[in-house]
């Protein structure tokens, strides 16, 4: 840990004094590494984590002594921990903000306490010791420059002595250099990937883009300027304090089409910060807006207006070399261009001519036009509207000389012969970036954005660039400038290549050939098109060719080709879209130029199983049905898309394909369908057209893709009952319980058991599923899965555990362990279904003595702690058969040490479902006199009372039932009274709902008791709705109404003896 905090980690430092850890997202990342190894050390290496430092390590904190609970001895300002070492000094000590800790199982504690702050307490943890491996084992395991020698040092001390300490250090020294070297890969991954802005370029790229701003209609901007004219000599503008944070600079910034842009320029980023704070001479430091890499990138996700105007500015930033002192902006383009992270004005005069000078013997001129800046050349407007034709000899030289990289594209004269001046037109730029920029986009839950993650790859120079690299540098020329004929024959070279190779597909885009082959798409010339299309096809699998061929209009050539009555075109149109369309601005560009209706149309060819065709025409006809569904698939992760889809007819179509008998097409659709069916339209339309019954038969393909997309359907699709009926009719469960038996493909498994989950909800679909073993099978795969399996797996043994039978079955199978142990999971729906789980296994009593005896009570109530109200009431729910099956309930309840106080507490939740829960548990913990007095002591009188008004008739029933019980302690009852709980109580009796009845009921009963409550129950009018409730078949509900009847005619006969005697 000591080496990534001094090597990997970002630190930084205004003027002098100790550096703290900077904002970035690479700091932030090896926090998160450091916080999960703690939280999880005292689980995995329990003797290790019992060590006892040999300092504390020390750091002011901004945790209060109030979210310490369990375990921690609070007095006034101070918390020290139960636990002590040897010498009985505390674990943990809090005093005045000094947090001082002795253990990596109080860290560890620590961490789980707030939640909320662990990111900034391990921040100041490691901020206040640089090298806690110095603190925690001693001086002599500290981090050197140079060799290692503790390990030898620790190796001679266990052969000296017998000392047990001697192990465990060995044991925590090899856990620590672990995450170390798991921390320098993560950062040097982030690293790979990260360009860091420093002041020069800031100031370099602010200068540029003033020069294109101005009033008029065609700058960028409006204005841009920095809120502070005062530089501090490292270049600087933001203060010393912030500085720190690695900011640079703010600026103000007013675009043509939005209001003003308050901007911080950092050295990880561009970003909005909250501007001008009102009536003071300061700002908002704080960051309102994502990380962007400079301004330029910044602008274009906020100014669609700034993306137009800057395409229309590019001709400007050519300029010819007058003399040789010009050279020195060529040397800051490609200094940028090929990486390189120094400052831009560290170049020399001398460095320059030297360079000059060196490059010239290998340069027969220097004609070269210079380029923009690749903070220009990066927004992909530049080179998509203008023909690009260079020579081979010159491409290579200028590789040689620069060393650029994969994203630089070369300006060149364009001929005037051939396809290039005659069939090939060019796409402007501004159409193919601006439309539809201002639309509100939403996207499905199931939609990634991969391609947005993806690094880009630079290469370092012409040594490393292969000879398939050059070779299609050659045929760029002829692809460029020749004729037709020539043309076509390039095109076929050029297919002869490994276009599945990324230096060949980043060839093409490099050399300017990607643009020639979108502008040949649209020529006149079919086997042009089919040439360029197939190339499209195979180098479009790779993410950065997606994009650009997004930015260059390609897209919308390619849905007018589907018109085409060519149908090996309109193939490769398809599947070429459905490669380009993994991401949402592509997808939205296919709906917005009608592609949507025109790829439903490719599957309108015939009926499935015609006999009217001959073979070649039913497999044509397939074929094109097959691109067709393919690019539906990839469009249909928009919700505007699968609307789009369902407008145009393609719910019908896509049913009778899904009769066919071939595994090609059937993937794409039931793809398309299962991306569909996360809406109710589309699961009422699966149901309804006969779908289920296809699916459900493709369950036993032999194609496993086939397989995970027809279970990934069932899933969704079995939210409803009828679905799941008819998945169960169709014979769907027995294939769903073989597939179990493949855990290998992780993907199948999670489709899988998420079908079979959802299927499990009806009981009659449990029974078949332990008809079919698979209940046993659930529970052999409750280890080493992956979370998104696990989730699944455990809501299906969650809905299978509400029948008694299931319950014995998962016990005998060894399931309640696992089960118990993922309760220290964090995720939040494996932890609700856990909990859901094991509340239903300890309706059993020999579950619940296996619950117990692995603490499985104590972890569900400290799942009440969790933030996500969620998980809070299914916990609550979960403890509640805990509490009622328990052998010595009550004792158990007092053992949690700040238990009682916490769930009282949880009824001030907002969460509707977190109280009745609560108040469902409380019913159980006051069963125990003990335990009610302790309650009652918490406060839970007068907040039950709160609760009362409420129109929930299942909060409703549960709060009744707590009131009930909560009443037979002390003066409970005349404190409800005193609390109006009375009143709200009579109106549950209007309820619909019989169970909130006769919880009431037997609430009235308890509070009926007391002669003023009896009162207020008359004058709210509770005789008469108690009179019709007497006569219920619920012998429960009659025998508290008439006793609650009872109690108020004795008080009327009381008072009436009294009053005439």
């Given at each position: 840990m000591g080496v990534a905090l001094a090597r990997a980690a970002q630190w930084t430092a205004a003027g002098s004094g100790a550096g703290v850890l900077e904002i970035t997202p690479l700091n932030e990342s090896l926090l998160n590494q450091i916080i999960k190894f703690v939280e999880d050390f005292s689980t995995r290496h329990p003797q290790e984590a019992a060590f006892v430092f040999r300092e504390p390590l020390q750091w002011k904190t901004q945790l209060g002594c109030s979210v310490f609970g369990e375990g921690y001895e609070i007095n006034g300002e101070t918390v020290q921990s139960e636990a002590k070492s040897k010498d009985g000094q505390p674990l943990l000590l809090l005093t005045a903000s000094i947090l001082r800790v002795r253990s990596l199982d109080q860290l560890s504690r620590l961490l789980q306490i707030d939640t909320e702050k662990k990111l900034k307490e391990a921040q100041a943890c490691l901020e206040a010791n640089r090298d806690p491996i110095v603190k925690i084992l001693g001086p002599e395991y500290g981090t050197v420059e140079g060799g290692d020698m503790s390990m030898l040092h620790l190796l001679d001390k266990m052969k000296k002595d017998d000392d047990p300490e001697t192990e465990t250090k060995m044991k925590i020294n090899l856990l620590l250099h672990q995450l170390d070297l798991q921390l320098l890969n993560s950062s040097l991954k982030h690293i790979s990937e990260d360009v860091r802005l420093n002041p020069a370029a800031i100031n370099n790229e602010v200068n540029l883009l003033k020069n294109f701003s101005g009033k008029g209609e065609d700058t960028v901007l409006e204005s841009l300027e920095y809120t502070s004219d005062y530089m501090f000599s490292n270049g600087c503008r933001a203060p010393p304090w912030r500085q720190v944070h690695g900011e640079i600079c703010y600026l103000v910034i007013k675009p043509h089409d939005t209001g003003p842009l308050y901007t911080t320029c950092s050295t990880a980023g561009v970003f909005l910060n909250g501007g001008q704070l009102?009536?003071?001479?300061?700002?908002?430091?704080?960051?309102?807006?994502?990380?962007?890499?400079?301004?330029?990138?910044?602008?274009?996700?906020?100014?669609?207006?700034?993306?137009?105007?800057?395409?229309?500015?590019?001709?400007?930033?050519?300029?010819?070399?007058?003399?040789?002192?010009?050279?020195?902006?060529?040397?800051?383009?490609?200094?940028?261009?090929?990486?390189?992270?120094?400052?831009?004005?560290?170049?020399?005069?001398?460095?320059?001519?030297?360079?000059?000078?060196?490059?010239?013997?290998?340069?027969?001129?220097?004609?070269?036009?210079?380029?923009?800046?690749?903070?220009?050349?990066?927004?992909?407007?530049?080179?998509?509207?203008?023909?690009?034709?260079?020579?081979?000899?010159?491409?290579?030289?200028?590789?040689?000389?620069?060393?650029?990289?994969?994203?630089?594209?070369?300006?060149?004269?364009?001929?005037?012969?051939?396809?290039?001046?005659?069939?090939?037109?060019?796409?402007?730029?501004?159409?193919?970036?601006?439309?539809?920029?201002?639309?509100?986009?939403?996207?499905?839950?199931?939609?990634?954005?991969?391609?947005?993650?993806?690094?880009?790859?630079?290469?370092?120079?012409?040594?490393?660039?292969?000879?398939?690299?050059?070779?299609?540098?050659?045929?760029?020329?002829?692809?460029?400038?020749?004729?037709?004929?020539?043309?076509?024959?390039?095109?076929?070279?050029?297919?002869?290549?490994?276009?599945?190779?990324?230096?060949?597909?980043?060839?093409?885009?490099?050399?300017?050939?990607?643009?020639?082959?979108?502008?040949?798409?649209?020529?006149?010339?079919?086997?042009?098109?089919?040439?360029?299309?197939?190339?499209?096809?195979?180098?479009?699998?790779?993410?950065?060719?997606?994009?650009?061929?997004?930015?260059?209009?390609?897209?919308?050539?390619?849905?007018?080709?589907?018109?085409?009555?060519?149908?090996?075109?309109?193939?490769?149109?398809?599947?070429?879209?459905?490669?380009?369309?993994?991401?949402?601005?592509?997808?939205?560009?296919?709906?917005?130029?009608?592609?949507?209706?025109?790829?439903?149309?490719?599957?309108?060819?015939?009926?499935?199983?015609?006999?009217?065709?001959?073979?070649?025409?039913?497999?044509?006809?397939?074929?094109?049905?097959?691109?067709?569904?393919?690019?539906?698939?990839?469009?249909?992760?928009?919700?505007?898309?699968?609307?789009?889809?369902?407008?145009?007819?393609?719910?019908?179509?896509?049913?009778?394909?899904?009769?066919?008998?071939?595994?090609?097409?059937?993937?794409?659709?039931?793809?398309?369908?299962?991306?569909?069916?996360?809406?109710?339209?589309?699961?009422?339309?699966?149901?309804?057209?006969?779908?289920?019954?296809?699916?459900?038969?493709?369950?036993?393909?032999?194609?496993?893709?086939?397989?995970?997309?027809?279970?990934?359907?069932?899933?969704?699709?079995?939210?409803?009952?009828?679905?799941?009926?008819?998945?169960?009719?169709?014979?769907?469960?027995?294939?769903?319980?073989?597939?179990?038996?493949?855990?290998?493909?992780?993907?199948?498994?999670?489709?899988?058991?998420?079908?079979?989950?959802?299927?499990?909800?009806?009981?009659?679909?449990?029974?078949?599923?332990?008809?079919?073993?698979?209940?046993?099978?659930?529970?052999?795969?409750?280890?080493?899965?992956?979370?998104?399996?696990?989730?699944?797996?455990?809501?299906?043994?969650?809905?299978?555990?509400?029948?008694?039978?299931?319950?014995?079955?998962?016990?005998?199978?060894?399931?309640?362990?696992?089960?118990?142990?993922?309760?220290?999971?964090?995720?939040?729906?494996?932890?609700?279904?856990?909990?859901?789980?094991v509340g239903a296994c300890a309706t059993e009593p020999e579950n619940m003595m296996i619950i117990d005896r692995l603490d499985g009570v104590r972890l569900l109530w400290s799942l009440l702690k969790n933030p996500n109200p969620d998980v809070q009431a299914s916990a609550a729910w979960a403890i509640c058969p805990c509490i009622e099956n328990a052998k010595d309930a009550g004792e158990m309840v007092r053992s949690f040490v700040g238990g009682l106080e916490l769930i009282v507490n949880l009824l001030k939740s907002k969460n509707k479902e977190v109280l009745a829960s609560v108040c469902a548990a409380i019913t159980n913990i006051a069963k125990d006199e003990e335990n009610l007095a302790v309650i009652t002591d918490h406060g839970v009188v007068p907040l039950l009372s709160k609760l009362a008004n409420t129109n929930n008739d299942k909060l409703r029933r549960y709060l009744a039932e707590a009131i009930s019980h909560c009443c037979v302690w002390g003066s409970n009852r005349v404190t409800f009274g005193e609390t109006k709980a009375v009143a709200p109580l009579v109106r549950y009796l209007k309820s619909n709902d019989p169970s909130v009845h006769r919880a009431t009921a037997q609430a009235l009963y308890q509070l009926s008791e007391d002669p003023n409550n009896c009162i207020t129950m008359h004058e709210n009018g509770v005789v008469k709705l108690l009179l019709a409730m007497v006569g219920s078949t619920d012998e429960t509900l009659q025998e508290a109404a008439a006793g609650c009847i009872a109690n108020i005619r004795r008080l009327a006969l009381a008072a009436e003896k009294a009053k005439y005697g």
């Open positions: 009102k009536g003071k001479d300061d700002i908002d430091y704080e960051r309102k807006s994502d990380v962007y890499k400079d301004i330029v990138t910044f602008l274009r996700e906020r100014s669609p207006r700034f993306v137009e105007n800057m395409a229309k500015q590019e001709y400007n930033f050519f300029k010819e070399p007058t003399c040789e002192k010009n050279y020195q902006g060529m040397e800051v383009v490609d200094a940028k261009v090929s990486g390189q992270s120094q400052n831009l004005y560290d170049f020399t005069e001398k460095n320059v001519r030297e360079k000059v000078k060196s490059s010239a013997a290998r340069r027969r001129s220097l004609d070269k036009k210079l380029e923009p800046s690749m903070k220009w050349k990066n927004t992909g407007l530049s080179a998509s509207h203008r023909s690009k034709y260079f020579s081979d000899k010159a491409a290579k030289k200028d590789a040689e000389e620069e060393g650029r990289s994969s994203a630089v594209s070369l300006k060149i004269k364009k001929k005037a012969s051939g396809i290039s001046s005659e069939s090939v037109k060019i796409q402007p730029a501004s159409k193919c970036k601006t439309s539809g920029r201002l639309e509100d986009i939403s996207e499905s839950s199931s939609e990634t954005e991969e391609d947005e993650e993806q690094p880009v790859r630079h290469q370092e120079g012409n040594t490393d660039l292969p000879s398939e690299y050059w070779g299609i540098q050659k045929l760029a020329k002829y692809l460029k400038g020749g004729n037709p004929t020539a043309t076509v024959i390039a095109l076929c070279s050029m297919r002869d290549f490994n276009l599945a190779q990324e230096t060949c597909q980043l060839a093409i885009r490099d050399i300017g050939c990607l643009e020639v082959l979108i502008n040949l798409l649209d020529t006149e010339e079919i086997k042009c098109q089919i040439g360029s299309l197939k190339i499209l096809k195979e180098i479009s699998q790779n993410t950065l060719i997606r994009h650009a061929i997004a930015d260059l209009g390609g897209l919308q050539i390619m849905v007018k080709i589907l018109d085409s009555p060519d149908k090996d075109l309109k193939c490769l149109a398809a599947e070429t879209i459905a490669n380009v369309a993994r991401f949402k601005r592509a997808r939205r560009t296919v709906r917005q130029h009608g592609g949507i209706k025109r790829l439903v149309g490719l599957l309108e060819c015939i009926s499935v199983g015609s006999t009217s065709l001959t073979r070649y025409q039913a497999e044509n006809t397939t074929e094109i049905a097959r691109c067709g569904a393919l690019a539906l698939w990839s469009c249909s992760k928009s919700i505007k898309n699968k609307e789009a889809i369902r407008k145009a007819g393609g719910i019908p179509l896509l049913a009778r394909w899904l009769k066919c008998p071939h595994a090609n097409i059937l993937t794409p659709v039931v793809g398309t369908l299962q991306e569909c069916a996360s809406e109710p339209s589309y699961r009422l339309a699966i149901r309804t057209e006969g779908m289920i019954e296809n699916i459900v038969k493709n369950l036993s393909s032999e194609h496993e893709e086939l397989q995970m997309h027809c279970a990934s359907a069932i899933f969704k699709c079995a939210e409803d009952k009828e679905t799941r009926d008819l998945v169960r009719q169709h014979g769907g469960l027995q294939p769903l319980s073989v597939l179990l038996g493949n855990s290998e493909n992780k993907k199948l498994l999670a489709a899988v058991t998420g079908a079979i989950w959802k299927c499990a909800i009806s009981g009659e679909n449990v029974s078949k599923f332990r008809e079919y073993k698979a209940i046993e099978a659930l529970v052999g795969l409750l280890t080493d899965q992956p979370e998104e399996v696990l989730v699944n797996i455990i809501g299906a043994l969650g809905e299978c555990c509400q029948e008694p039978i299931n319950r014995t079955i998962i016990r005998k199978c060894g399931g309640i362990p696992p089960l118990v142990k993922l309760l220290t999971g964090t995720d939040r729906a494996l932890l609700v279904n856990v909990t859901k789980a």
